[in-house]
């Protein structure tokens, strides 16, 4: 038996194996990734909070001696275990090592893959029908939104992919959709462009902010980075019936039939959530990245054919 075998048999540390499953269920929890575990950092001691382990079992140090060099190296068990998980993972193609996700994002991180992260809604016992909506990164989708953010800004833009399927949903296509979504959400910091609410439910796994087509996709809008808009819900359904559009100079422009609505409508606790919009004369929160923009093009299409006004002409 190795020392270090030994160590983890005396102190009685959960197996390898608990450890895998208990790293993937923490890193769907932190939206697919985590820093290379280090002392202080959060979910090293989330996942021994989960296991119960005591302050012997969290400070134990394996000693390996390094005779060429005739020095002694010391690490924590703890992370020691922690590591051998992740890299098992690794090699089963559930996470990604930190020097390949540094490829893609500039931080050495452990990120899922898409295999990784079927695994995890599997051990948390969360339905793989929520996949899609979960704000969860994996190595794929973050390829794309590689792509998608890496972008620039076309002067010729067409929102609408007449290729487009729309009767069959595609593994391709649900990664593509996903990729947009993250895209989106991050490029608005995770808030409202038009409110700027920015919260996440209590698990972490939800945020309240929707990553908005501006051409809608059931009529063949791109998931592009360019036709979409961080929207909170009540915005989003708002854009999406024709309450509100947006200039070309991305104010927001409120439909005349607000005049027409009871006074008692459209209320949230003494906010007119709808006719606020009109008085405050609100410009969208926009990314940082010009290049990222949602693009005139698709605003245009948007004003013409879902912005409700009385005669279908450009405004």
Request: proline share 4%; hydrophobic share 40%; aromatic share 8%.
């Amino acid at each position: 038996m190795s020392y270090e075998r030994k160590m983890l048999e005396d102190l009685a540390m959960p197996t390898r194996k608990e450890v895998e499953k208990a790293l993937l269920r923490t890193l769907l929890k932190h939206g697919g990734v985590s820093k290379e575990f280090g002392i202080e950092q959060d979910i090293v001691d989330e996942i021994a909070d989960d296991f119960g382990l005591n302050k012997r079992q969290r400070s134990a140090f394996l000693q390996t001696t390094y005779r060429k060099e005739n020095r002694i190296k010391k690490s924590l068990l703890w992370h020691r275990l922690l590591f051998r998980a992740a890299d098992s993972l690794a090699k089963l193609k559930l996470v990604s090592r930190p020097t390949d996700t540094f490829l893609l994002t500039k931080r050495r991180d452990w990120m899922l893959t898409e295999k990784g992260f079927d695994n995890a809604l599997n051990f948390s016992g969360i339905p793989v029908t929520r996949k899609a909506s979960l704000p969860v990164k994996s190595y794929e989708v973050q390829k794309i939104v590689n792509k998608m953010t890496e972008s620039h800004l076309p002067a010729s833009y067409n929102p609408i992919d007449a290729t487009q399927k729309t009767t069959k949903t595609t593994q391709k296509i649900n990664l593509r959709l996903r990729g947009f979504r993250q895209a989106v959400i991050e490029a608005y910091d995770f808030r409202c462009a038009v409110c700027r609410l920015r919260i996440s439910s209590p698990d972490s796994l939800s945020w309240e902010v929707e990553a908005a087509h501006i051409v809608p996709h059931h009529l063949k809008g791109r998931d592009d980075i360019w036709n979409g808009l961080a929207l909170c819900h009540l915005h989003h359904w708002a854009f999406d019936i024709g309450w509100f559009t947006l200039h070309d100079n991305y104010s927001v422009k409120i439909s005349q039939k607000i005049d027409s609505l009871p006074v008692d409508c459209g209320i949230i606790g003494g906010y007119e959530f709808v006719r606020a919009l009109s008085r405050e004369r609100i410009r969208i929160l926009l990314p940082d990245n010009d290049a990222i923009l949602p693009h005139p093009n698709a605003i245009r299409w948007h004003r013409q054919n879902v912005f409700y006004h009385e005669k279908k002409t450009e405004i």
